[in-house]
């Protein structure tokens, strides 16, 4: 929590570098301008600018300009240098105090023949513009974006950032990002081509949050299937592309509120479980085991004052030289920590009957992050690159949920005598993840290029002492239900530890058909990932305990020594699992080039073996406690590009893909959530296979306009969801609910200039997809007159819009930008009784359609000191699922919100001092 000094002490460095700012941040200069060829005059991109004597320099953007800030006044010689050309140099080169030098460069070729130079220009993917001309090129349909363009619209994490990309859409319930309608289970994740884990064990992919756009260079999603890459990817890949040199040092502060804890009952009445004083800066540090824990740790959440969200961030980047060649080390530090207070109704129903229901449930949320990423780049006789990047993310999540303090909450199987229920959960959630990669790129013929990849990483995500109450209300005190079980006033533990060892290598052969470039890529990929997963439950055997006193921010004075005897306190056997993943792959390619048509055919092989077995309590005892399947099969895929002109594109891709179930997805542990809705795997969970086909319009307007349409289908057989448990209320498993579902779907997207000078521009973005979803129920999940359903987690319309203001003139940018997605299934629906499915059933879940907007406005005060406002959520609505509910007597529907919450208003305010 933040005191009182604390904030003193924020306050005092804030205005430490605002004062140095003025002092001292106005005697510098800036040189900026363009390298173009002296005879053709085009921009010569990747060009590198030095000040002779320095380290301080620039490269050269899609355009060729540049710029070299933060330079003292004096006089100073400029040198430029690019493969294939002569060196430029200028002297006397005047940098005046708060002034732009402006220099435009023509460089010259020099004497050695094109043949016998290898011009390797790798300008930095950050730019919307460089990332386009790669759009452009690829034969893929890929789309991304990038850091700049992050900026501009005041995104703070990879996971935001992908919802500006066309189709994309981060649901607020589950946090999933879904790409064309397809959640989770159809993407995979990659950070520069190698996969990463999972920080969660409910989902396969690691939560993109995690990644400060600090560490982002660009994001981007390949919706077509690249054979290159895991053939478990239906819906796409996201490729987090870390950053790389940059030479500079920075410090970043920032600070802001969530208007959702403002109100005095809030802001100083914070709620936190008793473990996050254990903590420090995502490290948590067990003080208890769980038996001590039951009666020398508080089961009462504690209380904070001022919940202020606060970050500090660095930046640094030096180059060095070794054996003569340069060797780069870039690395980035942030600790971030927010707050977040929801309040709301939930209520589940089962067979149409209401089961539970709470009007005031009520969540205290805080989260900290803290992400680390080093980079170290060495090129070695010009056609060799060896990179290693080390990337730590750490997160802490600390919540304290609550329903029934008003003394109404219903449950259907409390005591008769009670005259209402009251549920708290409090839980700390641990993540500590590293990534490992060493990555190579060898020229090792003019004609031949050898790439490489090796990556270790690791997981460690723990709960290591959940805290559930469960009591009921009755003449003023609390009384604890027979029908509440030994273990519903509890403590608890899980522990999730991930391994993964991953590589690919790739031999790219280029050669010549009638005057065109073909290339043949032929190359392996493995990857070893193994989990190891225990959950212990120690619980309190309460039954029938009553109070005087209805004090449910005393229940520590009730468990205690005392009145816990030693047949009082019961400990489950551990629930265990133990799962691997391996898969190995080999794939050929022909990049083949007609002229105007180009493209890619593809053949993979690849072999995936999934192996898990469990010691689960309540586990069905006549099923094994293990799965172990392989699939092993060819997957062909096609990539066609034609140039109709220019700046126009057709493009016609086909794929076949596969989704593997996931380890969480099979393993028959039950997963309480905090407002106690229940999800559960399932070990005869059958794999997916899927057929995928999309064609593409494109045109660049400009060197950063694009105008395109795009279609797509996809089949998938067996599809996975997750759905509600015959029999069961508030509990969802995950199923493959019918034969094979059908997605259908159009998109466009408008990337556009509506006015452009020297000093002013402004941009609008703008992108829509509608989808047409539907699959064959089996019989087992049909009911009333169901026999179709969408797919779950999937909007049929989602838009993204974003307007963006620069006035370079007087430093300072402006955008807003808003997102709309429909309606969406949040579980699906199932018969609870086979005879009587018109009756006994229970309704899909619905997660209701919503806007967001966000703004932000920066300025830079000086060539070292900006300022950056932020306002997240500005329309905060309300998030809601609804269920539809037959009135047994009358077989009228109603609607009913079984959840609904509000995020709150984001503001913040953030300050970036450059040395």
């Given at each position: 929590?933040?005191?009182?000094?604390?904030?003193?002490?924020?306050?005092?460095?804030?205005?430490?570098?605002?004062?140095?700012s003025?002092?001292?941040?106005?005697?510098?200069?800036?040189?900026?301008?363009?390298?173009?060829?002296?005879?053709t005059?085009?921009?010569?991109?990747?060009a590198?600018?030095?000040?002779?004597?320095?380290?301080?320099?620039?490269?050269?953007?899609?355009?060729?300009g540049?710029?070299?800030?933060?330079?003292?006044?004096?006089?100073?010689?400029?040198?430029?240098?690019?493969?294939?050309?002569t060196?430029?140099?200028?002297?006397?080169?005047?940098?005046?105090?708060?002034?732009?030098?402006?220099?435009?460069?023509?460089?010259?070729?020099?004497d050695?023949?094109?043949?016998?130079?290898?011009?390797?220009?790798?300008?930095?993917?950050?730019?919307?513009r460089?990332?386009?001309?790669?759009?452009?090129?690829?034969t893929?349909?890929?789309?991304?974006?990038?850091?700049?363009?992050?900026?501009?619209q005041?995104?703070?994490?990879?996971?935001?950032?992908?919802?500006?990309?066309?189709?994309?859409?981060?649901?607020?319930?589950?946090?999933?990002?879904?790409?064309?309608?397809?959640?989770?289970?159809?993407?995979?994740?990659?950070?520069?081509?190698?996969?990463?884990?999972?920080?969660?064990?409910?989902?396969?992919?690691?939560?993109?949050?995690?990644?400060?756009?600090?560490?982002?260079?660009?994001i981007?999603?390949?919706?077509?299937?690249?054979p290159?890459?895991?053939?478990?990817?239906?819906?796409?890949?996201?490729?987090?592309?870390?950053?790389?040199?940059?030479?500079?040092?920075?410090?970043?502060?920032?600070?802001?509120?969530?208007?959702?804890?403002?109100?005095?009952?809030?802001?100083?009445?914070?709620?936190?479980?008793?473990?996050?004083a254990?903590?420090?800066?995502?490290?948590?540090?067990?003080?208890?085991?769980?038996?001590?824990a039951?009666?020398?740790?508080?089961?009462?959440?504690?209380?904070?004052?001022?919940?202020?969200?606060?970050?500090?961030?660095?930046?640094?980047?030096?180059?060095?030289?070794?054996?003569?060649?340069p060797?780069?080390l870039?690395?980035?530090?942030?600790?971030?920590?927010?707050?977040?207070?929801?309040?709301?109704?939930?209520?589940?129903?089962?067979?149409?009957?209401?089961?539970?229901?709470?009007?005031?449930?009520?969540?205290?949320?805080?989260?900290?992050?803290?992400?680390?990423?080093?980079?170290?780049?060495?090129?070695?006789?010009?056609?060799h690159k060896?990179?290693?990047?080390?990337?730590?993310?750490?997160?802490?999540?600390d919540?304290?949920?609550?329903?029934?303090?008003?003394?109404?909450?219903?449950?259907?199987?409390?005591?008769?005598?009670?005259?209402?229920?009251?549920?708290r959960?409090?839980?700390?959630?641990?993540?500590?993840?590293?990534?490992?990669?060493?990555?190579?790129?060898?020229?090792?013929?003019?004609?031949?290029?050898?790439?490489?990849?090796?990556?270790?990483?690791?997981?460690?995500?723990?709960?290591?002492?959940?805290i559930?109450?469960?009591?009921?209300?009755?003449?003023?005190?609390?009384?604890?239900?027979?029908?509440?079980?030994?273990?519903?006033?509890?403590?608890?533990?899980?522990?999730?530890?991930?391994?993964?060892?991953?590589?690919?290598?790739?031999?790219?052969?280029?050669?010549?058909?009638?005057?065109n470039?073909?290339?043949a890529?032929?190359?392996?990929?493995?990857?070893?990932?193994?989990?190891?997963?225990?959950?212990?439950?120690?619980?309190?055997?309460?039954?029938?305990?009553?109070?005087?006193?209805?004090?449910?921010?005393?229940?520590?004075?009730?468990?205690?020594?005392?009145?816990?005897?030693?047949?009082?306190?019961?400990?489950?056997?551990?629930?265990?699992?133990?799962?691997?993943?391996?898969?190995?792959?080999?794939?050929?390619?022909?990049?083949?080039?007609?002229?105007?048509l180009?493209?890619?055919?593809?053949?993979?092989?690849?072999r995936?073996?999934?192996?898990v077995?469990?010691?689960?309590?309540?586990?069905?005892?006549?099923r094994?406690?293990?799965?172990?399947?392989?699939?092993?099969?060819?997957?062909?895929?096609?990539?066609?590009?034609y140039?109709?002109?220019?700046?126009?594109n057709?493009r016609?891709?086909?794929?076949?893909?596969?989704?593997l179930?996931?380890?969480?997805?099979?393993?028959?542990?039950?997963?309480?959530?905090?407002?106690?809705?229940?999800?559960?795997?399932?070990?005869?969970?059958?794999?997916?296979?899927?057929?995928?086909?999309?064609?593409?319009?494109?045109?660049?307007?400009?060197?950063?306009?694009?105008?395109s349409?795009?279609?797509?289908?996809?089949?998938?057989?067996?599809?996975?969801?997750i759905?509600?448990?015959?029999?069961?209320?508030?509990?969802?498993?995950y199923?493959n609910?019918?034969?094979?579902?059908?997605?259908?779907?159009?998109?466009?997207?408008?990337?556009?200039?509506?006015?452009?000078?020297?000093?002013?521009?402004?941009?609008?973005?703008?992108?829509?997809?509608?989808?047409?979803?539907?699959?064959?129920?089996?019989?087992?999940?049909?009911?009333?007159d169901?026999?179709?359903?969408?797919?779950?987690?999937?909007?049929?319309?989602?838009?993204?819009?974003?307007?963006?203001?620069?006035?370079?003139?007087?430093?300072?940018?402006?955008?807003?930008?808003?997102?709309?997605?429909?309606?969406?299934?949040?579980?699906?629906?199932?018969?609870k009784?086979?005879t009587?499915?018109?009756?006994?059933?229970?309704?899909?879940?619905?997660?209701?359609?919503?806007?967001?907007?966000?703004?932000?406005?920066?300025?830079?005060?000086?060539?070292?000191?900006?300022?950056?406002l932020?306002?997240?959520?500005?329309?905060?609505?309300?998030?809601?699922?609804?269920?539809?509910?037959?009135?047994?007597?009358?077989?009228?529907?109603?609607?009913?919100?079984?959840?609904?919450?509000?995020?709150g208003?984001?503001?913040?305010?953030?300050?970036?001092?450059?040395?």
């Amino acid at each position: 929590m933040i005191n009182k000094t604390s904030l003193s002490k924020l306050l005092i460095t804030f205005l430490f570098f605002l004062g140095l700012s003025n002092a001292v941040l106005a005697q510098h200069g800036t040189i900026k301008g363009k390298i173009t060829d002296a005879k053709t005059k085009e921009a010569l991109i990747g060009a590198s600018v030095l000040i002779e004597g320095t380290t301080n320099g620039a490269a050269a953007d899609l355009d060729g300009g540049f710029v070299i800030a933060n330079i003292s006044p004096g006089n100073y010689i400029l040198k430029a240098t690019y493969i294939g050309y002569t060196s430029f140099v200028i002297e006397n080169v005047l940098v005046e105090d708060g002034k732009e030098t402006i220099l435009h460069l023509e460089m010259q070729t020099d004497d050695i023949g094109l043949d016998e130079v290898v011009v390797v220009a790798t300008p930095r993917k950050e730019s919307e513009r460089i990332l386009l001309m790669d759009q452009k090129g690829a034969t893929v349909i890929r789309e991304s974006v990038g850091a700049k363009q992050l900026s501009m619209q005041g995104v703070s994490d990879a996971a935001t950032a992908t919802g500006k990309i066309t189709g994309v859409v981060r649901s607020e319930t589950s946090g999933d990002v879904y790409v064309r309608g397809l959640g989770d289970r159809y993407l995979s994740t990659t950070m520069n081509g190698l996969p990463i884990p999972s920080d969660d064990v409910d989902k396969k992919n690691i939560d993109l949050g995690l990644f400060d756009t600090s560490v982002i260079q660009n994001i981007g999603i390949s919706k077509t299937y690249d054979p290159e890459s895991y053939i478990d990817q239906t819906a796409g890949n996201i490729n987090i592309v870390s950053k790389e040199f940059i030479e500079q040092f920075s410090i970043g502060l920032q600070g802001g509120f969530n208007s959702s804890v403002n109100p005095n009952n809030v802001f100083g009445n914070f709620k936190a479980s008793p473990n996050l004083a254990n903590s420090t800066a995502t490290f948590y540090s067990r003080k208890y085991n769980l038996l001590d824990a039951m009666t020398r740790q508080s089961w009462d959440p504690a209380k904070g004052n001022a919940p202020l969200d606060y970050g500090i961030s660095t930046i640094g980047g030096y180059e060095f030289k070794l054996f003569e060649n340069p060797l780069s080390l870039f690395y980035t530090l942030s600790y971030k920590k927010d707050y977040n207070y929801t309040q709301g109704v939930y209520r589940r129903f089962n067979s149409n009957v209401l089961y539970s229901e709470f009007l005031d449930t009520e969540s205290w949320t805080s989260n900290e992050t803290l992400t680390g990423l080093v980079n170290l780049a060495y090129r070695f006789h010009q056609n060799h690159k060896i990179n290693y990047n080390f990337l730590l993310v750490g997160k802490l999540r600390d919540n304290v949920y609550e329903q029934g303090r008003n003394g109404e909450g219903y449950k259907l199987d409390m005591d008769e005598i009670s005259n209402s229920f009251f549920a708290r959960d409090m839980n700390l959630k641990t993540t500590q993840l590293m990534v490992n990669q060493l990555l190579g790129n060898h020229r090792i013929a003019d004609n031949q290029t050898l790439q490489w990849g090796l990556g270790y990483n690791t997981v460690a995500a723990d709960e290591p002492n959940r805290i559930r109450n469960y009591t009921g209300f009755h003449n003023n005190g609390l009384y604890f239900s027979y029908r509440i079980a030994d273990f519903e006033n509890r403590k608890s533990s899980q522990e999730i530890d991930d391994n993964e060892i991953n590589g690919y290598l790739k031999d790219r052969i280029a050669f010549r058909v009638k005057d065109n470039d073909w290339h043949a890529n032929i190359g392996v990929n493995y990857r070893h990932k193994t989990r190891d997963f225990h959950s212990q439950f120690v619980g309190a055997d309460l039954r029938g305990t009553t109070t005087q006193a209805a004090d449910v921010d005393n229940l520590s004075g009730i468990f205690t020594s005392e009145s816990f005897t030693a047949d009082k306190i019961k400990t489950l056997p551990e629930d265990v699992y133990n799962a691997s993943l391996s898969a190995l792959a080999g794939f050929v390619s022909l990049e083949f080039d007609f002229g105007k048509l180009d493209g890619n055919a593809a053949l993979r092989y690849e072999r995936n073996t999934i192996e898990v077995d469990w010691d689960i309590n309540n586990d069905d005892p006549l099923r094994e406690p293990s799965i172990s399947r392989t699939y092993n099969e060819l997957y062909p895929s096609i990539n066609l590009k034609y140039e109709l002109t220019d700046r126009h594109n057709l493009r016609l891709s086909a794929s076949k893909t596969l989704t593997l179930p996931e380890f969480k997805e099979i393993a028959p542990f039950a997963y309480t959530s905090p407002n106690s809705t229940l999800i559960q795997g399932t070990p005869e969970l059958k794999a997916s296979e899927n057929y995928n086909l999309d064609a593409k319009w494109e045109y660049y307007k400009s060197n950063d306009e694009l105008i395109s349409v795009a279609a797509f289908y996809k089949n998938i057989q067996d599809p996975i969801n997750i759905t509600s448990l015959t029999g069961g209320a508030g509990y969802l498993i995950y199923a493959n609910t019918g034969e094979e579902a059908n997605v259908f779907g159009i998109e466009a997207e408008a990337r556009l200039n509506l006015y452009k000078s020297d000093n002013n521009e402004l941009r609008l973005i703008l992108n829509g997809t509608r989808m047409w979803l539907k699959q064959d129920l089996l019989e087992g999940y049909r009911y009333k007159d169901k026999t179709t359903s969408g797919l779950q987690g999937a909007s049929e319309f989602i838009t993204n819009a974003s307007l963006q203001y620069e006035n370079k003139k007087h430093r300072w940018q402006a955008s807003i930008s808003g997102n709309y997605s429909s309606d969406k299934i949040y579980a699906l629906g199932s018969p609870k009784d086979a005879t009587n499915r018109t009756i006994y059933y229970n309704d899909e879940i619905i997660e209701k359609g919503f806007a967001t907007l966000d703004a932000v406005i920066s300025k830079d005060i000086t060539d070292r000191l900006s300022i950056k406002l932020l306002g997240r959520n500005l329309l905060n609505p309300q998030i809601e699922l609804t269920q539809n509910v037959k009135d047994l007597n009358t077989e009228q529907e109603t609607n009913y919100i079984v959840d609904s919450y509000k995020k709150g208003i984001k503001l913040q305010l953030s300050v970036n001092y450059t040395f």
